[in-house]
C-alpha cells in the first residue's frame, strides 16, 4: 500500500484523468505506482537509465523498461493541472545529468500502464488497408515535420515504416512526448475540433505514413465502428495524458492566492486544454520564466500561448482567441440549429442533431457542461452506478457531438433578433450566427448571497462550484457550504472528503424537503459535516482572502463568527433569459415557456404565425425551442436537460421541412 501523502496525490492525478472523460479509466486504474511508457528519443539513451535508477530508489515511484526501448516521463518543476509535478525538460537538459533539476515529485505520474495498449494501440493490417482507403501515402525525411505546433486541420499519420516522434516544443528546447512505430498512428481531440495541433510531430527515420486529412478522419469515425473505436479512444486517452502532464501549448505562471488564477485553472481545465502551471509562491524557478517573458510579480496571473504570446490577466474570451478555439468556425454560414448553451442539454441536442444529419452550431459562453460541469459526483443518472462527474459526462458528451461533426463556438449570445428569418444570434463581440431553427439552452446561474464583500471574495474563498481545483484548496481546513438542494449535498460529502469540517447551513429547519434522500444518509454519516439549520451567512472579513465568516442563527438570534477561509454557496439558480429581450414569452420567474403552458392569449400577443400551436418545447416563436433548467417547468435535473435536448432534435426536423 503506499502511503498516505502518495495515494491522494494518485487520486489527484486520476481526478484530472476524471475530468476528462475518463471514468472507466480512473476506476480499473491501479492502485499503485506504475511506469509510463513513451517512447525513447536517442538523446536519452546515456541519461535514461541513471535518472531511473535514481528515481526508483529515490522516489520508488518509478519503473522504466528499457528492453522495450521505452523511457518515463520526468517530474521537474513545473505544476500541470493536477497539481502534479510535470518534465518540462530539454533535450539538451537530458544529457547531462548535472543539470537535470530533479525536484521532488507531488504525484504519482498517471496510472495508464494498463491502458498503453489503447493509447498506443497497433492496427492490424486490415485495419491499416481501410484507413488507407481514406488517406494517401506519402514517403517522409528523418527530420521532416509532419506537424507543427499551432498548425490548424490536422491531420493524422498512420506509420507503415520507419518512425514519428512527437515533442513539445518550449522556445529552442523540446520535451520528447512519444514515438510513433510502425502500425501506430498519431493524433488526438483536437484532430476532430479542428483546433490548433498542441505538439509538433516529425519523422525521425525515412518514413513511409498514410496521411488521412482532418475530414477523412471524421467521415472514417462516423462510418468505421470497429476502428472508430479504435481512435476515439485513442485520441480521448492521449488527450488525457497531455492534460494531466502539462503537456499542451499554454504556460500558467500565477498564485494559488489570485481568483484570476483559479478562474483561468478552471477555464483551461473546463475545456481539457493541457497547460503547465507554474506557481509564482511555491517555484524556485519562477523568476527566470518572467525574466524571458518580460513579466513583473504585479502582471500575475499571465498566460504564455505557444511560447509566443504572453497574454496578462486575460479574459477566457482572449485565451480562447489566443488558442484559435473558435478559429475554424464560420460565422456567416446559415446553420440547421444553432443552440445557445453547452450543458447538458444543448450538449444532448448537438450531439442527435449533428447525428441525425444537422449542421449544429453550439454556442456556449464558458465551457462544455454547464452547471453540471461544476458537479463533483453526479449519482443519479441513468447508467454510472458508481457516479461520474459532470465534468467528465461533459466532455464524453463533447467529443461526441464533434464526432458527429458539430461545431463549438465559445462566445456569448448576447441578443436573438428575432423579426426576421433566418433568426440570428447577437454575440458578445459583435458577431452575428444566422439559424434555421434554434434551441435556446442557457440554463440558470446560481443565486448569490446577500451579504456586504461578497463579490470581493468570490473566486479567493467564495466559489460556486465544488470541483477537484476548489478541493484543492481547502484541504484539512474547515469549509462551509450554504445550501439545502442535491447540489449542496453532494458538495458536502465531496469536500468533506479532504477538508477538516464542513459546516451545510440552511434557513429553513432542515433538508427534507429539499435533498434527495441518499444524500441526507450520507451527510448524517459523515462524521465531519454538521448541519446547521435556521442559520445563515451575516458578515464575510479577511485581506485578499476570506478570512472570517460570521453566521447567525435565526431561531436564537445567536451569532458566531469563525476563521473559516472557504465558502461555498449553492443556492439554487436563476434562467439565463435576460438577453432574448422580450423575443419568446417568459413565466414570472424568467423561465422560458413552451408547447402547452402557452395561452392562447399569449400566442395572439407574440403574433404567432402558424395555423398548428407550438410543438411541445417550441417556445412563442415558430422554430425556436427551449431545453433543459432555462424552460419553464422543467425538473432541474442532468436526465432531464439531456431528455429535453434530444427530444428537441425530432421537432427541428419538422419545423425544417415546414
Ligand atoms: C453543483 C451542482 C450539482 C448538481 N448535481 C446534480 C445531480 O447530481 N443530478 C442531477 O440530475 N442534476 C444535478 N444538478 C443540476 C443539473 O446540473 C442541471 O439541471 C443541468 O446542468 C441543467 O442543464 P442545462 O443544459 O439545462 O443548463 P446548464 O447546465 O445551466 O447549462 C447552460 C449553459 O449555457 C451557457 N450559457 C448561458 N447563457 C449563455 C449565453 N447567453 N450564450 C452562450 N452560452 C450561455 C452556460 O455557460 C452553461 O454552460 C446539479 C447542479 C449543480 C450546480
Same mark, same amino acid.
Given at each position: 500500500?503506499?502511503?498516505?501523502?502518495?495515494?491522494?496525490?494518485?487520486?489527484?492525478?486520476?481526478?484530472?484523468?476524471?475530468?476528462?472523460?475518463?471514468?472507466?479509466?480512473?476506476?480499473?486504474?491501479?492502485?499503485?505506482?506504475?511506469?509510463?511508457?513513451?517512447?525513447?528519443?536517442?538523446?536519452?539513451?546515456?541519461?535514461?537509465?541513471?535518472?531511473?535508477?535514481?528515481?526508483?530508489?529515490?522516489?520508488?515511484?518509478?519503473?522504466?523498461?528499457?528492453?522495450?526501448?521505452?523511457?518515463?516521463?520526468?517530474?521537474?518543476?513545473?505544476?500541470?493541472?493536477?497539481?502534479?509535478?510535470?518534465?518540462?525538460?530539454?533535450?539538451?537538459?537530458?544529457?547531462?545529468?548535472?543539470?537535470?533539476?530533479?525536484?521532488?515529485?507531488?504525484?504519482?505520474?498517471?496510472?495508464?500502464?494498463?491502458?498503453?495498449?489503447?493509447?498506443?494501440?497497433?492496427?492490424?493490417?486490415?485495419?491499416?488497408?481501410?484507413?488507407?482507403?481514406?488517406?494517401?501515402?506519402?514517403?517522409?525525411?528523418?527530420?521532416?515535420?509532419?506537424?507543427?505546433?499551432?498548425?490548424?486541420?490536422?491531420?493524422?499519420?498512420?506509420?507503415?515504416?520507419?518512425?514519428?516522434?512527437?515533442?513539445?516544443?518550449?522556445?529552442?528546447?523540446?520535451?520528447?512526448?512519444?514515438?510513433?512505430?510502425?502500425?501506430?498512428?498519431?493524433?488526438?481531440?483536437?484532430?476532430?475540433?479542428?483546433?490548433?495541433?498542441?505538439?509538433?510531430?516529425?519523422?525521425?527515420?525515412?518514413?513511409?505514413?498514410?496521411?488521412?486529412?482532418?475530414?477523412?478522419?471524421?467521415?472514417?469515425?462516423?462510418?468505421?465502428?470497429?476502428?472508430?473505436?479504435?481512435?476515439?479512444?485513442?485520441?480521448?486517452?492521449?488527450?488525457?495524458?497531455?492534460?494531466?502532464?502539462?503537456?499542451?501549448?499554454?504556460?500558467?505562471?500565477?498564485?494559488?492566492?489570485?481568483?484570476?488564477?483559479?478562474?483561468?485553472?478552471?477555464?483551461?481545465?473546463?475545456?481539457?486544454?493541457?497547460?503547465?502551471?507554474?506557481?509564482?509562491?511555491?517555484?524556485?524557478?519562477?523568476?527566470?520564466?518572467?525574466?524571458?517573458?518580460?513579466?513583473?510579480?504585479?502582471?500575475?496571473?499571465?498566460?504564455?500561448?505557444?511560447?509566443?504570446?504572453?497574454?496578462?490577466?486575460?479574459?477566457?474570451?482572449?485565451?480562447?482567441?489566443?488558442?484559435?478555439?473558435?478559429?475554424?468556425?464560420?460565422? &456567416?454560414?446559415? !446553420?440547421? +440549429?444553432?443552440?445557445i448553451?453547452?450543458?447538458?442539454?444543448?450538449?444532448? =441536442?448537438?450531439? /442527435? *442533431? @449533428?447525428?441525425?444529419?444537422?449542421?449544429?452550431?453550439?454556442?456556449?459562453?464558458?465551457?462544455?457542461?454547464?452547471?453540471?460541469?461544476?458537479?463533483?459526483?453526479?449519482?443519479?443518472?441513468?447508467?454510472?452506478?458508481?457516479?461520474?462527474?459532470?465534468?467528465?459526462?461533459?466532455?464524453?458528451?463533447?467529443?461526441?457531438?464533434?464526432?458527429?461533426?458539430?461545431?463549438?463556438?465559445?462566445?456569448k449570445g448576447m441578443r436573438l433578433i428575432c423579426d426576421r428569418k433566418p433568426y440570428v444570434v447577437e454575440l458578445?463581440?459583435?458577431?452575428r450566427?444566422?439559424a434555421?431553427?434554434i434551441?435556446i439552452?442557457t440554463? &440558470?446561474?446560481? !443565486?448569490? +448571497?446577500?451579504?456586504?464583500?461578497?463579490?470581493?471574495?468570490?473566486?479567493? =474563498?467564495?466559489? /460556486? *462550484? @465544488?470541483?477537484?481545483?476548489?478541493?484543492?484548496?481547502?484541504?484539512?481546513?474547515?469549509?462551509?457550504?450554504?445550501?439545502?438542494?442535491?447540489?449542496?449535498?453532494?458538495?458536502?460529502?465531496?469536500?468533506?472528503?479532504?477538508?477538516?469540517?464542513?459546516?451545510?447551513?440552511?434557513?429553513?429547519?432542515?433538508?427534507?424537503?429539499?435533498?434527495?434522500?441518499?444524500?441526507?444518509?450520507?451527510?448524517?454519516?459523515?462524521?465531519?459535516?454538521?448541519?446547521?439549520?435556521?442559520?445563515?451567512?451575516?458578515?464575510?472579513?479577511?485581506?485578499?482572502?476570506?478570512?472570517?465568516?460570521?453566521?447567525?442563527?435565526?431561531?436564537?438570534?445567536?451569532?458566531?463568527?469563525?476563521?473559516?477561509?472557504?465558502?461555498?454557496?449553492?443556492?439554487?439558480?436563476v434562467p439565463n433569459t435576460a438577453w432574448l429581450d422580450g423575443c419568446v414569452v417568459l413565466d414570472a420567474n424568467g423561465f422560458i415557456k413552451t408547447?402547452?403552458a402557452l395561452s392562447?392569449e399569449e400566442l395572439n400577443a407574440a403574433k404567432w404565425p402558424?395555423?398548428?400551436?407550438p410543438?411541445?418545447?417550441e417556445t412563442s416563436l415558430a422554430g425556436v425551442f427551449a431545453?433543459?433548467?432555462v424552460r419553464g417547468?422543467?425538473?432541474?435535473?442532468?436526465?432531464?436537460?439531456?431528455?429535453?435536448?434530444?427530444?428537441?432534435?425530432?421537432?427541428?426536423?419538422?419545423?425544417?421541412?415546414?
Amino acid at each position: 500500500m503506499p502511503p498516505r501523502r502518495q495515494r491522494s496525490q494518485h487520486r489527484e492525478a486520476l481526478m484530472a484523468l476524471e475530468s476528462l472523460g475518463l471514468g472507466a479509466t480512473l476506476e480499473s486504474a491501479p492502485q499503485h505506482m506504475n511506469s509510463y511508457r513513451y517512447g525513447r528519443p536517442s538523446s536519452w539513451h546515456a541519461g535514461g537509465p541513471f535518472l531511473c535508477s535514481i528515481f526508483r530508489v529515490v522516489y520508488a515511484i518509478f519503473e522504466c523498461d528499457f528492453s522495450t526501448q521505452n523511457f518515463i516521463i520526468v517530474p521537474n518543476l513545473h505544476q500541470n493541472a493536477a497539481g502534479a509535478k510535470i518534465a518540462i525538460h530539454s533535450k539538451e537538459l537530458f544529457q547531462s545529468r548535472d543539470k537535470v533539476p530533479m525536484a521532488e515529485p507531488t504525484t504519482s505520474l498517471p496510472l495508464t500502464a494498463s491502458h498503453v495498449d489503447q493509447i498506443f494501440p497497433t492496427l492490424t493490417a486490415a485495419q491499416i488497408r481501410r484507413i488507407a482507403t481514406h488517406g494517401r501515402a506519402r514517403s517522409v525525411r528523418p527530420g521532416e515535420v509532419l506537424v507543427e505546433q499551432g498548425d490548424k486541420d490536422i491531420p493524422i499519420f498512420v506509420v507503415i515504416s520507419g518512425e514519428l516522434e512527437t515533442v513539445r516544443p518550449s522556445g529552442a528546447h523540446e520535451t520528447p512526448i512519444t514515438t510513433v512505430p510502425p502500425g501506430q498512428f498519431t493524433g488526438e481531440v483536437n484532430t476532430l475540433s479542428g483546433r490548433r495541433a498542441l505538439n509538433r510531430i516529425r519523422a525521425r527515420q525515412p518514413s513511409e505514413v498514410i496521411e488521412v486529412s482532418r475530414e477523412n478522419v471524421l467521415a472514417l469515425v462516423q462510418t468505421d465502428g470497429e476502428l472508430s473505436q479504435i481512435l476515439m479512444r485513442a485520441f480521448i486517452l492521449r488527450r488525457a495524458e497531455l492534460f494531466t502532464q502539462g503537456l499542451g501549448d499554454v504556460t500558467l505562471v500565477g498564485s494559488n492566492h489570485s481568483a484570476d488564477t483559479l478562474r483561468i485553472k478552471e477555464f483551461l481545465a473546463r475545456n481539457s486544454h493541457p497547460y503547465s502551471y507554474v506557481d509564482l509562491d511555491r517555484d524556485s524557478d519562477v523568476q527566470t520564466l518572467l525574466d524571458q517573458f518580460h513579466i513583473s510579480v504585479s502582471d500575475i496571473p499571465v498566460v504564455i500561448c505557444r511560447g509566443e504570446t504572453v497574454l496578462h490577466n486575460p479574459t477566457n474570451q482572449e485565451i480562447a482567441v489566443c488558442l484559435g478555439f473558435n478559429q475554424d468556425v464560420d460565422q &456567416a454560414h446559415v !446553420r440547421d +440549429l444553432v443552440i445557445i448553451g453547452a450543458g447538458p442539454a444543448g450538449l444532448a =441536442g448537438a450531439v /442527435y *442533431g @449533428a447525428s441525425e444529419g444537422l449542421d449544429v452550431l453550439l454556442l456556449e459562453t464558458y465551457s462544455p457542461g454547464g452547471q453540471a460541469g461544476s458537479s463533483s459526483r453526479i449519482e443519479n443518472y441513468l447508467g454510472f452506478p458508481s457516479g461520474i462527474s459532470g465534468n467528465s459526462l461533459a466532455s464524453r458528451a463533447y467529443i461526441q457531438a464533434q464526432k458527429f461533426g458539430a461545431q463549438m463556438l465559445l462566445a456569448k449570445g448576447m441578443r436573438l433578433i428575432c423579426d426576421r428569418k433566418p433568426y440570428v444570434v447577437e454575440l458578445e463581440n459583435g458577431g452575428r450566427i444566422p439559424a434555421r431553427a434554434i434551441v435556446i439552452a442557457t440554463g &440558470a446561474q446560481y !443565486r448569490r +448571497l446577500a451579504v456586504e464583500n461578497l463579490s470581493r471574495f468570490e473566486g479567493v =474563498g467564495i466559489y /460556486y *462550484g @465544488a470541483t477537484f481545483i476548489e478541493a484543492q484548496l481547502c484541504k484539512n481546513e474547515e469549509v462551509i457550504v450554504v445550501g439545502g438542494g442535491n447540489s449542496a449535498g453532494q458538495a458536502a460529502v465531496f469536500l468533506a472528503e479532504g477538508a477538516k469540517h464542513v459546516f451545510v447551513l440552511v434557513r429553513s429547519d432542515g433538508l427534507a424537503d429539499t435533498m434527495s434522500r441518499y444524500l441526507i444518509r450520507r451527510i448524517e454519516e459523515t462524521p465531519n459535516i454538521t448541519l446547521l439549520s435556521h442559520t445563515e451567512i451575516v458578515a464575510l472579513d479577511g485581506g485578499g482572502h476570506l478570512e472570517r465568516v460570521t453566521w447567525r442563527n435565526n431561531q436564537t438570534g445567536k451569532t458566531e463568527e469563525r476563521a473559516i477561509a472557504h465558502l461555498f454557496v449553492m443556492t439554487g439558480a436563476v434562467p439565463n433569459t435576460a438577453w432574448l429581450d422580450g423575443c419568446v414569452v417568459l413565466d414570472a420567474n424568467g423561465f422560458i415557456k413552451t408547447g402547452p403552458a402557452l395561452s392562447a392569449e399569449e400566442l395572439n400577443a407574440a403574433k404567432w404565425p402558424l395555423a398548428r400551436r407550438p410543438y411541445l418545447l417550441e417556445t412563442s416563436l415558430a422554430g425556436v425551442f427551449a431545453a433543459g433548467d432555462v424552460r419553464g417547468g422543467n425538473v432541474k435535473r442532468v436526465a432531464s436537460a439531456v431528455g429535453e435536448g434530444s427530444i428537441a432534435i425530432s421537432f427541428v426536423h419538422q419545423v425544417l421541412r415546414e
